[in-house]
């Protein structure tokens, strides 16, 4: 037998040795170096020659434990195991094994093998044993030839891969949307200033239309921790507000850039303090429902609910419809608690507001913060605060939008325009949220919000009667009935919402109708209770198609009994790459 031959027959048990050490290994601290690796695989040793030289010296092994004989060997026979230097010793076998401890304990038995080679006092391997060796090697030929040929599949695969990879950096992901859909119902809504000073009614624009929406995601990582987004969008799904009168019939995926390219993300993300925490600076789209917890299964517009106030609640998630440069900051205290705050701007304000009580840094504004609550496996809630300052002369919103145009008129601008331009608003909300996943088959979720608003200037003319001081009260609230899976189809979601979207329930401010020689001041709050009740069915189709037929349904649109109800149906088509 060659010499090379004998060194393999010697090494062989003692590898088969330390294989067995996936089960046995003590827990250490975890390493990040090979040199860390190799100092506590002398360390171990030290440790082994000083306080083991008999596995009946751990407290914690006993005859009758399955490994009792392969961890007798490993430290009787070839010395390279050391337990934890407690007294008495101890190996703790039954904790989980990191990989840098297998490679600590392997190199410390092959580091053995060698010395033992090298002295050659005793011979390491048996007769029996080698045929035992080669038994085991005819027993698991075939799965061993199995194994080699999938080892030598993936590497052919990752080769593949590498040579075709967008970027060793950057993974592109698309998604594109194609709607069928339209609204019905007699009427488009009015609210009751427009009802109060004679707006004629016309009918509901029922024609079915067929759009698009077209999604790619530059998803770019330095550190394998990090991320810088970008997104670029474009489509052309129209806003049915212009067909039904009210911002309620809104669908979640509804796009108008007329065909053009935006780039509507770009932000940049990292974790600190071992990703407890993580911070994201936001240049443009600095959405909040992308980074904090919205308890909702049906968060995507995408792939989620159909109408935009069915997602979540937009008061608090998009407040003020600032979505755009800021920061965010959330971090995770414990398994149950995590906190979250941001600091929001729109994009391309002019800033300068006229008040200077009108928003931080005098422009507008949005500030926030949430604190998320799991305090079991299956339930979670949040309470949220924001405080919005809308100057009403921004450039961009040039509107006061206090609900990121879901429900009502008056609960998105309270206090109305004067001189063309908005009236400056300071509004702060409160957002409670909670999901509970009862069954692998079905979820609760849902949200209460709660805005009271204040005008911040005076805006008494011919026609509106706010002063500065004049307060706001707004509600919104729903429940979302999610079915994951129901009829065991991997993928599938069926979900039905029940809401009320944004609604005004009083304010001081109102303006002056002039109608048929009558002059009359209406106030900007609903009378009536706005419902919607929402019904969809998610098909996943296969890994990147997903259809949802659905419709909704809102009752008393704009807080308006005199309004008939406003229908929209849809079938979407959401191919994801």
């Not at 200033?193 to 995601?217: C, M, P, S």
């Not at 909040?288 to 159909?306: D, H, V």
């Not at 009829?487 to 303006?511: A, C, E, H």
């Amino acid at each position: 037998m060659n010499a090379s031959l004998w060194k393999a027959v010697m090494v062989g048990p003692a590898a088969l040795g330390a294989a067995l050490l996936v089960n046995g290994l003590p827990a250490v601290a975890q390493m990040t170096t090979l040199d860390q690796i190799k100092d506590y695989t002398r360390q171990g040793a030290a440790q082994q020659q000083a306080q083991v030289t008999s596995v009946s010296e751990f407290s914690d092994v006993k005859p009758t434990d399955w490994a009792f004989l392969a961890l007798q060997s490993l430290v009787e026979r070839y010395g390279c195991i050391a337990g934890y230097p407690t007294n008495p010793p101890t190996f703790k076998g039954n904790r989980a094994l990191t990989r840098y401890e297998f490679a600590a304990g392997l190199n410390a038995c092959l580091d053995r093998i060698n010395e033992l080679i090298a002295a050659a006092t005793e011979p390491l391997a048996t007769k029996e044993e080698l045929a035992k060796v080669q038994k085991l090697q005819e027993m698991f030929a075939a799965e061993l030839a199995t194994l080699r040929g999938r080892v030598d599949s993936l590497e052919a695969r990752t080769a593949t891969l590498e040579a075709q990879q967008f970027s060793t950096t950057t993974k592109l992901r698309g998604e594109v949307i194609f709607d069928v859909g339209g609204a019905a119902g007699s009427e488009r809504a009015l609210n009751s200033i427009q009802e109060a000073g004679g707006t004629a009614r016309t009918e509901v624009q029922d024609n079915t239309f067929f759009g698009y929406r077209a999604r790619l995601n530059f998803d770019t990582s330095f550190t394998g921790q990090d991320l810088l987004k970008t997104r670029l969008n474009m489509g052309d799904i129209p806003n049915l507000n212009t067909a039904t009168g009210t911002n309620e019939g809104r669908l979640a995926f509804d796009s108008t850039t007329g065909g053009a390219v935006q780039i509507d993300r770009l932000f940049y993300e990292f974790p600190f303090d071992n990703r407890k925490g993580k911070v994201r600076i936001a240049a443009l789209g600095g959405n909040l429902n992308e980074f904090y917890e919205t308890y909702s299964p049906f968060n995507s517009s995408g792939n989620g609910a159909i109408s935009r106030f069915g997602r979540f609640n937009q008061s608090f998630y998009r407040a003020g419809s600032v979505a755009g440069v800021g920061a965010m900051i959330s971090y995770t205290f414990s398994p149950v608690f995590t906190l979250s705050a941001s600091y929001l701007a729109p994009n391309g304000g002019t800033g300068g507001a006229a008040d200077p009580d009108a928003g931080f840094l005098g422009s507008t504004s949005a500030a926030t913060v949430l604190l998320d609550v799991k305090p079991v496996k299956n339930f979670k809630f949040g309470v949220g605060y924001a405080r919005v300052y809308a100057t009403g002369t921004d450039g961009s919103p040039s509107l006061v939008n206090l609900t990121n145009s879901t429900g009502t008129d008056y609960a998105a601008d309270p206090f109305g325009a004067a001189q063309g331009t908005d009236i400056p608003t300071g509004a702060n909300l409160i957002n409670l949220g909670f999901q509970w996943d009862a069954t692998p088959k079905f979820i609760l979720s849902g949200w209460f919000g709660y805005t009271w608003s204040e005008a911040l200037a005076n805006a008494v003319s011919s026609t509106n009667t706010t002063r500065k001081g004049d307060t706001a009260e707004t509600i919104t609230a729903a429940l979302q009935f999610g079915f994951p899976d129901p009829f065991g189809r991997k993928g599938d979601l069926g979900g039905i919402i029940v809401g009320l979207p944004p609604y005004v329930t009083s304010n001081d401010s109102g303006q002056i109708v002039r109608n048929n020689n009558q002059v009359r001041t209406v106030l900007r709050e609903n009378n009536d209770t706005p419902i919607h009740i929402e019904g969809l069915y998610r098909f996943q189709i296969n890994r990147n198609l997903r259809i949802t037929p659905g419709f909704f349904v809102v009752i008393n649109p704009e807080g308006n009994a005199n309004n008939d109800a406003i229908w929209v149906y849809t079938v979407r088509s959401t191919f994801t790459f």
